[in-house]
């Protein structure tokens, strides 16, 4: 099993930045793929970013060029840099984790960016 715990959501003004953390209970070293994904009120959750052990990144169309996924296996640590926000990126945000073929989530954290 893994237990993932998010933090770093918050409000913020159009245009600014906030940095999601989250750690993991066990050694990243052995989970394939980290990745954020978003909820919005009345919409599905989504993917935003995902990154793999073998060091590749992936994002959605919306968020490209202004958010950064990361992870420090030392750490047990994932992060997404999110810089240039807007309003429409207001959403729960969720850490989930590809171990040993299923995926696990963290409780979420909220981001509103507000214009």
Request: hydrophobic share 35%; charged share 15%.
């Amino acid at each position: 099993q893994v237990q993932l715990v998010e933090s770093g959501g918050g409000l913020v003004q159009a245009g600014g930045s906030l940095r999601l953390s989250c750690v993991a209970s066990r050694n990243m070293f052995n989970i394939n793929a980290m990745g954020w994904y978003r909820q919005a009120p009345g919409k599905q959750r989504e993917l935003v970013a995902t990154a793999t052990s073998g060091g590749s990144t992936n994002y959605v169309d919306s968020v490209k060029g202004r958010f950064t996924i990361s992870r420090d296996n030392a750490k047990n640590t994932a992060y997404l840099q999110m810089n240039s926000l807007k309003p429409e990126d207001t959403a729960v945000y969720y850490c989930g984790a590809d171990f040993l073929g299923r995926r696990y989530w963290g409780q979420g954290t909220q981001v509103t960016v507000s214009s």
